[in-house]
């Protein structure tokens, strides 16, 4: 558990006096890229005779493929899977999320994702759990490639969200104490990482509302 302190407006009037450092999932937090991802992994499921809805999407996301997509697979009622069919399953969906994003229009902008032009020379990083082709893309297709001072992505880490291994690699790449660190996350295990690393989590999805891990 952790403590909730009220904090507005949202979002660009955020008092950052306190961090050294922002740290931002990508999907969800920065840009609304959720559907795409919806319709990718739909797009593969339908191949292999199985329906999966947005809404199971949803309800799923948020661990690294390899932990979300045998829960992806459960929900559209394929039962339980093996290592080959994970590998098939996520190969199959960067390869149609490519063809998704080129078809598409550049993913929009979330209110979380206006504060990247407010940050001044402050460090931000980019924390992920999607694979690195696909966080590449996503930077392509919004010209971000120089924009972070560094990307972990889910093929980065030993240990996905929600381990704090993912934020505590950001915060070491940017040399700033994980306590100093505000981070900007949309999912719940997102922000269980974030605060199991020891930073101060915003949940994007409720505006104004800070979180801080519990005090020792």
Not at 71 to 90: K, N, P, S
Request: proline content about 7%; glycine content about 10%.
């Amino acid at each position: 558990m952790s403590a909730a302190l009220p904090l507005e407006p949202w979002p660009l009037s955020l008092d950052l006096s306190g961090f050294d450092a922002l740290l931002f999932d990508l999907d969800g937090t920065l840009i609304d890229t959720m559907p795409l991802h919806g319709l990718a992994y739909a797009a593969v499921f339908r191949s292999l005779g199985h329906d999966f809805t947005m809404a199971d999407y949803l309800a799923n996301v948020g661990p690294p493929a390899r932990v979300a997509i045998p829960a992806f697979a459960l929900a559209a009622g394929m039962g339980a899977i093996d290592e080959e069919m994970i590998q098939t399953i996520h190969r199959e969906k960067k390869r149609h999320f490519k063809m998704v994003l080129e078809q598409e229009k550049a993913p929009s902008l979330t209110a979380s994702g206006l504060l990247l032009r407010n940050a001044g020379k402050m460090p931000i990083g980019l924390v992920s759990s999607g694979n690195r082709d696909g966080v590449e893309a996503i930077l392509k297709s919004m010209d971000w490639q120089t924009h972070f001072g560094t990307v972990v992505s889910g093929d980065d880490v030993a240990q996905g969200k929600p381990h704090p291994e993912p934020y505590l690699a950001g915060a070491m790449r940017l040399g700033v104490r994980p306590e100093r660190c505000l981070v900007f996350e949309d999912t719940p295990a997102g922000i269980q990482s974030g605060l199991a690393a020891g930073m101060t989590v915003i949940d994007v999805t409720q505006p104004g509302v800070m979180h801080r891990p519990e005090e020792s």
